[in-house]
């Protein structure tokens, strides 16, 4: 791939379902004032996508975001953020499924239970058939996979930009105000609470894909990069914009409660932009976005089931996963890899029946992943000085840390309901990768003195979210204590953070294994598996 199309595997994974849904949501739970969960999410984002550009930069290797830490911190950091890695990209491809289910009852009746805004069966087995179809596209070739990609993707960037345009013209500043509820209505902690748990950190997600497939970009030094940079800074302001022409084409008749008050049968409520054009008598628009609303899952689908084969195949490489993972078959593609996440995606769609179900979920584990990033630049600038960086972070003692807060911010405001459920997946990761490993006579020996801050991190992230402010859910009686007052806990997590950043930076591995590790990765990743070249 080239920069068009490195960008477009970072565009196409950002501009998803998102965009369809968030909007609406981020409304309902922070009133206009959702606009700033944009601004403040997008803020962050940017911040990480600089991180990412750097690494992606000085390492361009396949399922690159899974391999940062293993470089830096050797094999137990490798095993716990590569793990966050393929869990949160694995995931991506069924809550896409689900965003084409609840547009698509539109026409088809049946898939979807407004109601109980969950799937029905019939819908549950067209999902499954729906990710079957993103595993076969993915046997393609990486060539013809990125043309085809690259078609999608200029579908899913001209509708956005075409209802931005047409929505302003039925901008109202008493919309904009949320009619009876007020610009803020539930102060500021929903605004952060709304960043996690209504889908704005979900559809900034994405900006790494280009990462993930860095061994099969030209030039990849240059161009992915730049690829993250274009990426992450177009979506965040399709996203800002999408967000103030629904809160001000909404009509106004609908706000006597405000946005909170929408009934959730209502149709704004199950396919919002779709039905705000229909109500402002756009037909033809709203066409156009209800086939829109297959269209982008479907693309940030496809995407995701590629980068989740080549996460996985980037942890078998590293020896954490059964080295199945690694075969290829001719064409490059990681066959094994490409198969399981499939399968494991799946898994998700049992306890998590909806859209909204899930997303909490995927934004803590994705920041989780992106948290291992801001660790390894600082590992990199302290014991990389000379490594070439086609790319290079400026004020990098200072946006390294705010970018490591940043992300532990987002889990934060994810609250103890996600947070919890996170951790028992985890273990769970752990327990299976240290089976798989306890069979490989070639596993990496477990460095613990480089992670002796990882334990700490989980465990307190953990302690510092149940005491605080955020349960993440309607939650009764909430799991988190509130002791950690507003505000303060702001000042809690960024201490804790530096703490950890620091700490990490003065555990790192030293030049001469960071070298070792680097001469690993750079071994020419050829096509193998039974019958095929190792």
């Known amino acids: 791939m080239g920069l068009i199309g490195a960008t477009f595997s970072s565009l196409t994974s950002i501009i998803g379902s998102g965009w369809l849904f968030a909007g609406f949501i981020a409304a309902s739970q922070a009133g206009p004032a959702a606009i700033y969960g944009w601004l403040i999410g997008g803020l962050c984002v940017v911040v990480l996508a600089l991180v990412h550009a750097e690494l992606g930069g000085m390492f361009p290797v396949a399922g690159g975001t899974a391999r940062f830490p293993h470089l830096a911190f050797g094999s137990v950091a490798g095993i716990s953020f590569g793990f966050f890695s393929w869990l949160q990209a694995v995931a991506v491809a069924p809550i896409e499924c689900y965003a084409v289910m609840e547009y698509g009852q539109y026409y088809w009746h049946g898939i979807y239970n407004p109601s109980t805004s969950k799937i029905t069966g019939l819908g549950f087995g067209m999902t499954i058939l729906l990710m079957a179809i993103f595993t076969a596209i993915n046997f393609m070739a990486m060539r013809l996979f990125s043309k085809v990609n690259t078609g999608i993707m200029w579908w899913k960037l001209a509708v956005p930009v075409l209802a931005i345009i047409v929505l302003f013209f039925f901008f109202k500043s008493k919309s904009f105000q949320g009619g009876g509820g007020g610009f803020m209505p539930f102060g500021l902690r929903a605004v952060f609470a709304a960043i996690p748990g209504a889908g704005i950190v979900f559809s900034y997600l994405g900006f790494e894909q280009a990462d993930q497939l860095a061994g099969e970009i030209k030039d990849p030094q240059k161009n992915l990069p730049r690829a993250i940079i274009i990426a992450c800074l177009t979506g965040t302001l399709i996203y800002i914009l999408a967000q103030i022409v629904f809160l001000g084409a909404t009509p106004v008749s609908l706000l006597t409660h405000g946005f909170q008050g929408i009934a959730k049968t209502n149709p704004v409520a199950v396919y919002p932009f779709a039905a705000v054009a229909g109500l402002a008598g756009l037909g033809w628009l709203a066409v156009i976005l209800h086939l829109d609303a297959f269209i982008s899952p479907f693309g940030t689908g496809l995407i995701y089931q590629t980068s989740t084969s080549r996460i996985g195949y980037g942890l078998a490489r590293n020896r ?68 070439p960086r086609p790319y290079r972070m400026p004020a990098s003692l200072v946006m390294g840390p705010l970018a490591f807060i940043a992300a532990n911010l987002i889990i934060y405001w994810s609250g103890m309901e996600v947070v919890w459920k996170l951790g028992i997946v985890i273990v769970l990761g752990y327990a299976l990768i240290g089976i798989s490993m306890a069979f490989d006579k070639e596993r990496p020996p477990l460095d613990w003195k480089s992670a002796q801050w990882l334990p700490v991190y989980l465990i307190g992230m953990g302690i510092i979210t149940w005491q605080g402010q955020f349960a993440g859910g309607a939650v009764a009686p909430p799991v988190n204590t509130g002791h950690i007052h507003l505000y303060w806990d702001l000042l809690v997590v960024s201490g804790f953070s530096l703490v950890i950043y620091f700490w990490a930076k003065a555990a790192a591995l030293p030049r001469a294994e960071i070298d070792v590790l680097i001469a690993k990765q750079g071994a020419v990743e050829e096509p193998s598996g039974p019958g095929l070249r190792h």
């Open 320 to 387: 954490y996963y059964p080295q199945v993972f690694a075969w290829t078959d001719r064409n490059g593609v990681p066959w094994i890899s490409l198969i399981f996440a499939f399968l494991f995606g799946m898994i998700f769609l049992l306890p998590f029946p909806s859209w909204q179900a899930l997303v909490g979920l995927i934004s803590s584990a994705s920041v989780l992943m992106y948290a291992g990033s801001p660790l390894s630049l600082g590992a990199f600038r302290k014991a990389l000085p000379d490594w």
